[in-house]
């Protein structure tokens, strides 16, 4: 037979600890999975790691915000608004681009100038022919009072509008970078005269503006 006053001995030690009957500690083996890898093949996360995790997120917020600051208390310090550094950068730039455009702008300007006078120049050079004819007809009376002396006349006003002009004349100093001496004879020279002087010009020299188109062929005498 059961005995009821064991049953009620242990309802009574139940209710002093406070704990229900189907409370009480179960006996036998208490099993904890420590595993570091899942069934799936995958880590687990263990407490620490998430403790880790959480730490290295709030120190780089921090940091961001700590950077953040920073900038600000920079911009705070200067006395200037973060939208007035930008403005002045913004304007920085625009005046270097437009710096670099007026640059551009003389460049191709100038260059445009140096073609245009290089094409002027080809043109002249074929006329030379023309124009040593001229001064020899000239130079030999040949144009004085010849219908062609008014043509002749027009061709070489219309040049000088385009900046030719003749360089080379008797009487004057023999220079090697303007003159090409083509012969070197005996002959009088002025007075004056202190060195290597020019006393005969074949073909007069041309210049276009500050370029020399063809310098002058002459012939040169020594002061006696």
Request: net charge negative.
């Amino acid at each position: 037979m059961t005995d009821p006053t064991k049953g009620a001995r242990s309802d009574a030690a139940s209710a002093e600890s406070g704990r229900r009957p189907e409370e009480e500690d179960q006996t036998g083996p208490v099993i904890r999975d420590k595993r570091r890898i899942d069934e799936n093949g995958d880590v687990r996360a263990t407490s620490e790691d998430k403790v880790t995790d959480e730490t290295a997120a709030e120190n780089a917020d921090g940091q961001a915000t700590g950077e953040s600051a920073t900038a600000d208390d920079v911009a705070g310090e200067a006395g200037e608004h973060p939208d007035t550094v930008l403005a002045a950068e913004r304007l920085d730039a625009l005046q270097r681009t437009q710096a670099e455009y007026f640059n551009y702008k003389k460049r191709v300007e100038r260059d445009r100038e140096a073609q245009k006078d290089a094409t002027t120049a080809r043109v002249l050079e074929s006329l030379l022919p023309v124009l040593d004819d001229i001064y020899l007809a000239r130079e030999h009376g040949d144009l004085e009072g010849s219908p062609f002396e008014k043509i002749a006349d027009k061709l070489e006003a219309t040049l000088t509008k385009l900046g030719l002009a003749a360089f080379g004349a008797v009487g004057e100093p023999f220079d090697p970078t303007h003159h090409e001496a083509l012969m070197h004879i005996e002959a009088e020279v002025p007075e004056d005269a202190e060195g290597t002087t020019i006393v005969q010009v074949m073909q007069p020299g041309y210049r276009l503006g500050d370029r020399m188109v063809r310098p002058a062929r002459v012939a040169v005498a020594d002061p006696s």
